[in-house]
Structures are given as C-alpha cells and as structure tokens.
DNA sequence: CTTATAAAGGAGTATATACACATATTTTCA
DNA sequence: TGAAAATATGTGTATATACTCCTTTATAAG
C-alpha cells in the first residue's frame, strides 16, 4: 500500500452497504411506491393519505404541533398541506394567536379518506401477512427506537 | 350510527397511525437528517454517499443496472447522478450498445468518499451502540424483507 | 432485409424533503 | 412601558423521488 491515493482500498467500503440510512431509504423507495399504488385510483399518496388519517383523528391543530408529532420538518409540512388544500383535503385559517394557522380535515378529506381506507388497509394487509404479526411489532418497535435516537441530537 | 357520513368513525382510523409506510417514512426522516448533518462538512448527502459507495464498489456500471441494484426507480437516479456529475463526483460516458450510459466514480468523488468515511462511520455507530448489534441485524432483515414484499407486485 | 418489438435513456411534471433566511406576533423583563 | 427574546410561520433554493410520454438504438420476426 505505498500509493497514498489507495490508503482506502474498495473492500473497506463493503461495510458501507450496511449503512441503516441507505437500507432505509431503500425500503421506504419499494414500500411507498406499494401504497401509491394501492392509493392510486382515490388520487392521493401515501403522505397525504396519513396526514388526512392525523388530522382525522387528532382534530384541528397548529402546523408546528402537527410537524412535532409526525417527526417532519415544519416547512416540509407547509408545503404539503400547501397542495393538500389546493385540492380541497383540508383547510388551513388563522389561529386566534395571530401568528398561527390552524389546520384541519375538510369534508372532501374526510369523503375521501373514506374511499381511501380500504385500499390502505390493502396494502398494510399485504405486508402484515407476508412478515407475520410479531416480526411486524419488532420492527415498528425497531422504527420508534431510531427516531428517538436520531432525535436526541 | 343513523349518519351515513359518519360510517367510518375518527376511532376506526386508529389502526393506520400502525401503517408501515408511515412509520418507515417518519424513520427515514429522522435518520437521513442524521447522516446528512454529520456528513454536512464534506459537502455531500447520505443519498450521495450510498451511491459514491456503490459505485467504487462495482466499478463501471450502465444506469439502469445501478437503478436496479439498489432500488431505485431508473429517472430518479439519473436525476441524482445529473447532480453529482455536476459536482464532478462522478463521470457519465456512452455505452458500447449507444443507447447506454456508463456512470463511474471520478477521482475527485474517490477522495470526497475517503473524507466522508470517518463522519459515516460516527454516525453509524451511534445508531450501532444505542440499538445494539443484534438488534440492528434484525432491522436489516426486516428492511430486506420489506423490499422483498412491496417488490413482487 | 424490412418491419415490429424490446430496451435504454431523456424530458416534463409533480410531490416530498429540509436548510437558511426573513417576517410577523407575542412574551419577557429591565 | 419599551426593548429584547422567543415563537409561529413564510420564502428561496436545492436535493430526492417517481410517473408518463418520447426518442434513439438494438434485436427479433416475417
């Protein structure tokens, strides 16, 4: 190893194909697009699908509240919601401090919400009867553990 | 129950905050920030890190072979590639067959990956030593068989 | 050998994501 | 009370993602 240029020989990034952010991003590429295309015939995606079923559930709420508990960027979130409501999903008025905007489900959201359910259920069925129960609980389990270790920063 | 609108009750939607696509986002989001903040001084992203790896690791390799190895749908990685050969981290060429394009990690990404391997590495194990390394293969398996799944289609 | 089909890739469009910076309010505190 | 700090949000920019449609080239069928 006398060329410094090679002081970092290919097999040393071997271990890299076990890196958890590109093994993630990996399986987040094939398991959305399954959902998408679940979803495809209400016209929504995975994303805007779970953020009509918070929004169904927790009511109306602010935007940086709804960003906190979905673990999203704040501004990634304005920006989704920017389209959602363009389409009718949800609405989004001033909140009574004044700096806020409170966001929540419109009846159109909810309409297709609705549509949208069963083709969700779909899909979470195909992969909940391929890995079976367990397994599907250590993972969701596994799943909570890295955002809260990545989030401690 | 007399309200046809109220069919699907807000409690019935309690079962998709389980959805594997929710969650495996909520994941790669909190864990991507992580390996693009440590990785932040190198000027490079955890997606360009995994592909500077991948391609010092297969040498030479036509886009759609790429794509299909590490899952990634054909256009978005020749938009990611666009970027990086623009930064001048990797070099695109013609194919023998005309209608391909060789993509290659230049000397310039070979140095910029060298730089990021140490941050990689302390990024990794944080996750490593705060999950523990059964753990983490566990995970790994089961991303391996959510791709596994979601891919039959 | 010509035509039909398959394969590889590019371009247009749209959503998803997040950082840095700026603006508007509210709250705190000296 | 009035200035400083904190809070909530918007904007500009850039990467990441993938679908649809289109062009180019190669291969297969007749």
Redesign the interface.
Known sequence: MSDQ?K??K?A???C????????????????????D?MLRPTGIR??Q??LL??L??VGPVLVTELAEK????RTTLSRNLEVMEKQGLVSVTPGEDRRTRKVMIT?MG?AV??DA?PL?QR??A??RE??GEE??Q???A??????E???V?
């Open positions: 240029a002081f970092q290919t040393d990034f071997l890299c194909m076990d890196c958890i952010g590109f093994n993630l991003r990996k399986a987040n590429r094939a398991v959305s697009q399954l959902y295309e995975g994303t699908y779970s079923v918070v169904k559930i979905i673990v999203m960027d009846e909810s919400l609705s359910y969700w899909a979470q195909k992969i391929s890995m397994r599907l250590s993972l969701m596994d799943l909570s553990a890295l955002i270790i990545s989030q920063d």
